[in-house]
C-alpha cells in the first residue's frame, strides 16, 4: 500500500521555526519528487515548493512567497523529505500537504499525496 | 510565473450531467497540465495527468483534452461521488501552479 505520511505541523508563533516532515511507504521514493503544497483556510491550493530526485539532480525549487525562508530537504535512505520552515508569517498558517511526482519528461502529476498536517501561525 | 484560469468557478448540476470544466494558461505549456479533485477534508486526488491521460483507477467517465493554452475536463455522466473541487495544476515551469478551481454542486 502506497503512504505519504506527512508530521510535524501544529501551533506557532510568528517568527518561530516549524520543521514538516513526510515519510514514504510503498513505492520507490528515491525516483520521485517531493513537492509540498499548502492550502489557507477555505482557500484553493498553493505550491510551496519541491526537490526533485537524485537522478534528476537532487535540487529544490520554491514558490516566490516563501523562497529564502522555507528549505526542503530529503533523505532517501529513510524515505523522508522535510519542509524547515523560519520566520513564519500568519499568512502561512494553512494544511500542508506533501506529494509525490514522478516527474516524466512527457509529464506528469502529483500522484500521490499525504493526509496533511495543519500549521496555525498566530500570536 | 505561469497564470491558470479556470472557469467556471463554481457550476451546479444534476446527476448524469455532462459538465465541462475549462482552464486557460497565460502562455503555452504544451502538455504539462494535470487535474485533481479535492472532496473537503480531503487530500487532493490526480485524476488526469499530461492533458489527457487517465491516472490509475480513475473512472473512464473523466476525460481530459487540450494543448497549448486551452484544456478541458469533462466528467460525461456526473455521478454522486463527483461532487468535489476540481483544480488544474501545470507542471512545465516552475513554480508549478495551480488554477483557482471549481467548485460543483448538486442542483
Known amino acids: 500500500e502506497v503512504r505519504l505520511v506527512e508530521s510535524g505541523g501544529g501551533p506557532v508563533q510568528p517568527g518561530r521555526s516549524l520543521r514538516l516532515s513526510c515519510r514514504g511507504s510503498g513505492f520507490k521514493f528515491g525516483d520521485y519528487a517531493i513537492n509540498w503544497v499548502r492550502q489557507a483556510p477555505g482557500k484553493g491550493l498553493e505550491w510551496v515548493g519541491y526537490?526533485?530526485?537524485?537522478?534528476?539532480?537532487?535540487?529544490?525549487q520554491y514558490a516566490a512567497s516563501v523562497k529564502g525562508r522555507f528549505t526542503i530537504s530529503r533523505d532517501d535512505s529513510e524515505n523522508i523529505a522535510y519542509l524547515q520552515m523560519n520566520s513564519l508569517k500568519t499568512e502561512d498558517t494553512g494544511v500542508y500537504y506533501c506529494a509525490a511526482d514522478p516527474h516524466y519528461y512527457y509529464g506528469s502529476g502529483f500522484e500521490y499525496w499525504g493526509q496533511g498536517t495543519l500549521v496555525s501561525v498566530s500570536a | 510565473d505561469i497564470q491558470l484560469t479556470q472557469s467556471p468557478s463554481s457550476l451546479s448540476a444534476s446527476v448524469g450531467d455532462r459538465v465541462i470544466i475549462t482552464c486557460r494558461a497565460s502562455q503555452s505549456i504544451s502538455r504539462h497540465l494535470n487535474w485533481y479533485q479535492q472532496k473537503p477534508g480531503q487530500a487532493p486526488k490526480l485524476l488526469i495527468f499530461a492533458a489527457s491521460s487517465l491516472q490509475s483507477e480513475v473512472p473512464s467517465r473523466f476525460t481530459g483534452s487540450g494543448s497549448g493554452t486551452d484544456f478541458s475536463l469533462t466528467i460525461s455522466s456526473l455521478q454522486l461521488e463527483d461532487f468535489a473541487y476540481y483544480y488544474c495544476?501545470?507542471?512545465?515551469?516552475?513554480?508549478?501552479?495551480f488554477g483557482q478551481g471549481t467548485k460543483v454542486e448538486i442542483k
Open positions: 526537490i526533485r530526485s537524485l537522478p534528476y539532480d537532487g535540487t529544490a
Open positions: 495544476q501545470q507542471g512545465y515551469r516552475t513554480p508549478r501552479t
